[in-house]
């Protein structure tokens, strides 16, 4: 095999890791010890979150780009997600990186996320090296942590060159970094090292004309879209003639207006790029995530980024309640049709399909938690829509009806246990494994449907006392197991249009659960809580008590109302049924039927039981 030239000035690292193992915060502290920052100069926290949902949510959504400089080696640092939903977050980023640092927390270990990031990276073949983060916590168990981290390098077929991986100890929080987790580092500055040394630089053939992988998208108001990666070979000066080859290997012209490179947190214009630096091209217009730019008298394609399938679809329609278009200022189909569109273009793991009614969308995904995101930025954005319950994807190969399996994770207090397994056990569970490691907290494996999750996070925190964690990743497809009961309560829906009145919400208070405040706008169809029984009732909120001019002998009681636990995305969403809907607007989330007539909905139950 030809061995490839190698660029040593530059290094183009990924850090993968699960959901709230210190990512962010570490690439933090490497910014600040790298010198990017003057002294004295404020820094927020969490540097690399910049969408307002990531900092609200504490997590990470979409990849980012950065560099620092150390030792006058440039090292470009890819933030990615620790979220399964956002794989293909993860899936593209990693087409930019040469090399991956793997954090784990050293108390919580290897979690389902772990293993679902660091199988993308050895499938790329990256260059691994492995920092147990949060070594200063009271129950940190390094020894053990590294040993469950061989296990799973060993259960992913890691070759013996990724299992003679560099390890590092670190704290995060204090940006420091030690051989040893006994030992008291003072800075990262053994992690940069560690990066220069052990990290290869990237790979490319002098012979091969320039080639550039889009990876990622984005939009500038001043020079309009930006096209995002990696030069594989060759390089590029400002202003050279390009083409761009798409899905389908045609070449189309391109004007380049800007050519730019990372520095920090920033983009600043470059006059050439070398092969494998990250680079942003501006002006380009029509260019999707995957298509090669090359240059014109050489035109050659690279593979594509593929991602993995969609398990997860939910429909998203205009908002058709009678209170559409008191909120929100984009409420048209079309509106709506382009923004889905949109994302399609900035995120691969997403994809839209029009339906026979030309105002409903079917929007598919990686999971009920991507969606609630992509609702809640288009909320956000001024949209109204309705969104429907997610419904996982079936597969039939050979007559067999498929279903997504998860492998799901379940730590919590041993005191727990048995509600937990009873529960999920009712949703066709079945556990694999248990470890007891004697603090009082068991971990459970369970084999379990995708759609037994769909709803059951809210149960499970309430069950567990919100102290039991759950954690999931996609095993494959597997054989139907048969139907279950999605939820044991019945909805309490309003029969007429009006306000909520303290009165009529104090009398149905013994029905079940209330969602509505005295003041709320009410519409025959909108659902205002949950039914302690499993069917539906319809009732009347505003119901006002009579006057009479009749004294009352004493005071009449004052109505205090239980206080309601305000209406969440994610709540709503796990709620409804097949026949309900989540009506959303920037400043609303209300649930209702999908047919808002009470004599409809009577007659169509009807109608069931006698086909029944």
């Known amino acids: 095999m030809k061995e490839l030239a190698r660029n040593q000035k530059l290094r183009n690292i990924a850090i993968i890791a699960h959901v ?9 502290a490497m910014f600040k010890q790298s010198g990017l920052f003057r002294e004295g100069q404020e820094v927020d926290d969490r540097i690399m979150d910049s969408m307002d949902l990531e900092r609200e949510r504490g997590i990470t959504i979409a990849a980012k780009n950065c560099s620092v400089i150390w030792k006058d080696i440039k090292i470009n640092i890819i933030d990615t997600p620790g979220h399964a939903d956002f794989g293909g977050e993860v899936e593209r980023s990693l087409s ?17 996320q772990t293993r679902f990031v660091l199988k993308k990276a050895l499938d790329q073949g990256l260059t691994l090296a492995v920092i147990i983060n949060k070594v200063d916590r009271q129950d940190a168990r390094p020894d053990e942590v590294l040993d469950e981290i061989y296990d ?33 580092g003072e800075n990262l500055h053994i992690l940069l090292d560690m990066i220069v040394d052990k990290i290869p630089g990237p790979a490319h053939d002098e012979n091969e004309p320039f080639q550039m992988l889009v990876s990622d998208l ?47 947190l920033t983009m600043v214009p470059a006059t050439s790029a070398d092969p494998g630096d990250i680079v942003v091209l501006a002006g380009i217009e029509d260019v999707k995530i ?30 058709t309640s009678p209170l559409a278009g008191t909120e929100g200022k984009l409420v048209q189909g079309t509106k709506i049709r382009e923004r889905l569109h949109r994302e399609t273009l900035l995120n691969v793991a997403i994809q839209v399909e029009d339906t026979e009614n030309r105002e409903a969308f079917l929007v598919k995904g990686r999971g009920e938690f991507q969606m609630a995101i992509l609702v809640e930025t288009m909320r956000r954005e001024g949209f109204e829509i309705a969104v429907g319950r997610p419904e996982v994807i079936y597969k039939n190969e050979g007559g067999k009806k498929l279903e ?10 041993e005191a727990f246990m048995g509600v937990v397994t009873e529960k999920l056990s009712a949703r066709k569970a079945r556990m694999t494994n248990m470890t007891n490691h004697g603090t009082g907290r068991v971990r459970i494996e369970f084999s379990v449907p995708s759609r037994s999750l769909i709803g059951y996070r809210d149960e499970f925190l309430t069950d567990t006392k919100g102290t039991g964690i759950m954690n999931s990743y996609l095993e494959g497809y597997g054989e139907y197991r048969g139907e279950f009961p999605s939820r044991y309560t ?15 919400i104090f009398n149905l208070e013994p029905r079940g659960q209330m969602f509505i405040v005295p003041g709320d706008p009410l519409y025959e169809g909108m659902i205002v809580g949950e039914h302690n029984r499993d069917n539906d009732i319809n009732v009347n909120p505003s119901k006002e008590k009579k006057l009479t ?21 994610e709540r709503a969403l796990n709620f409804i049924r097949d026949d309900e809907l989540v009506e959303v607007t920037p400043k609303s989330i209300r649930l209702r039927k999908v047919e808002l007539s009470a004599q409809k909905r009577h007659r169509m139950e009807g109608k069931k039981k006698k086909n029944a």
């Not at 709230?20 to 933090?28: C, E």
């Not at 998860?406 to 730590?411: C, R």
């Open 404 to 413: 997504p399996i998860e492998h799901l994770y379940v730590d919590c207090d």
């Open 218 to 264: 984005s939009y500038s108001d001043y020079v309009g879209r930006l096209a995002i990666g990696k030069v594989y070979h060759g390089s590029v000066r400002d202003h050279d003639s390009l083409v761009c080859i798409g899905e389908d290997n045609e070449p189309r012209q391109l004007k380049v207006t800007k050519l730019q490179t990372y520095d920090g």
């Open 549 to 569: 001019n009749m004294r009352a002998s004493g005071k009449d009681e004052a109505v205090i109302l239980t206080p309601v636990k305000p209406m969440t995305l």
């Open 152 to 184: 799973l390098f060993i259960d992913l077929d890691a070759s013996e060159e990724q299992l003679d991986f560099p390890l590092l100890y670190a704290i995060g929080r204090d940006g420091i970094a030690m051989t040893s987790p006994d030992e008291r």
């Open 96 to 112: 930019m990186a040469d090399g991956a640092i793997l954090l784990v927390d050293a108390s919580e270990g290897p979690l389902p």
């Open 20 to 28: 709230d193992h210190g990512k962010t915060t570490l690439v933090d």
């Open 290 to 319: 995957g298509d090669t730019i090359c240059n014109k008298e050489e035109p050659k394609a690279l593979p594509r980024i593929t991602v993995d399938e969609p398990t997860v679809s939910m429909k998203f329609s205009i908002n």
């Open 490 to 504: 019945g909805s309490i829906v309003a029969d007429r249009a009006g306000k909520g009145v303290a009165y009529g």
